[in-house]
């Protein structure tokens, strides 16, 4: 099993630029989720899933899209970038149910710079 | 309103000495706690984590305490090893209609010194 995957590693936009961040899975979880994580901060939520064709607003959702037409795929979309949206995102999964249902498992990141 | 607060941003410790990651948090409906460790460039990776209605749970080197009446939980790393350097988050999920979501704190570095 990959587990998480992400790409890209990095990216830099300018200013108005859009991009979509991939997210994939390959563990059949339920529940995806995106975050975010700025210098000496905690991991932000941005959105969530909990099923394909399902998603819902986390805590920092202004800036962001997403959707999920596959229980493998959750897509971030950033239009319109801007300085504040430079950080590190994670994508994550969690089974939902079962055993470990609440632990969710991150992919490695994207650091995304926007100048 | 941080709801997850991990007041040490750092802690040091000798290799073989007792490491204690500290967490407290605000809101009461908080039903299950979690330990993420992370290392520089990498995602978060599951640790260990505890129900509500325990106090204790255990996984080899690591344990995880939780006092309900205090809103506070702690990590015991013992004995700390060098490969244990790397940040530490606490998280914690919300019971009822919110419970696939998870709060993380700050996060805490533990550096182990050989």
């Known amino acids: 099993n990959a587990g998480v995957t992400q790409t890209p590693k990095f990216r830099i936009l300018k200013i108005g630029q859009s991009m979509t961040l991939q997210c994939t899975q390959d563990m059949n979880h339920n529940y995806m989720y995106w975050y975010r994580q700025d210098p000496g901060m905690g991991l932000k939520l941005i959105y969530y899933s909990v099923g394909a064709g399902i998603t819902d607003k986390g805590e920092v959702p202004n800036g962001y899209n997403v959707s999920r037409s596959t229980t493998e795929d959750f897509p971030l979309r950033l239009e319109l970038a801007a300085p504040s949206q430079t950080s590190v995102y994670f994508c994550a999964s969690s089974p939902g149910r079962g055993i470990g249902t609440y632990e969710q498992y991150f992919g490695p990141g994207t650091r995304l710079t926007v100048t | 309103d941080q709801q997850v607060k991990q007041n040490s941003p750092s802690l040091s410790v000798q290799e073989g000495r007792i490491s204690i990651l500290n967490c407290d948090y605000t809101?009461?409906?908080?039903?299950?706690f979690l330990w993420y460790k992370k290392y520089p460039a990498e995602g978060p990776t599951f640790l260990i984590s505890i129900s509500s209605i325990k106090d204790k749970n255990e996984d080899g080197r690591f344990t995880v305490f939780l006092n309900k009446s205090a809103k506070h939980l702690s990590l015991h790393i013992v004995p700390s090893q060098p490969g244990d350097s790397a940040v530490y988050f606490c998280?914690?999920?919300?019971?009822?209609?919110?419970?696939?979501?998870?709060?993380f704190g700050k996060g805490t570095l533990l550096t182990v010194n050989p």
């Open positions: 998280a914690a999920k919300g019971s009822g209609g919110s419970n696939y979501k998870l709060t």
């Open positions: 809101n009461s409906m908080f039903d299950y």
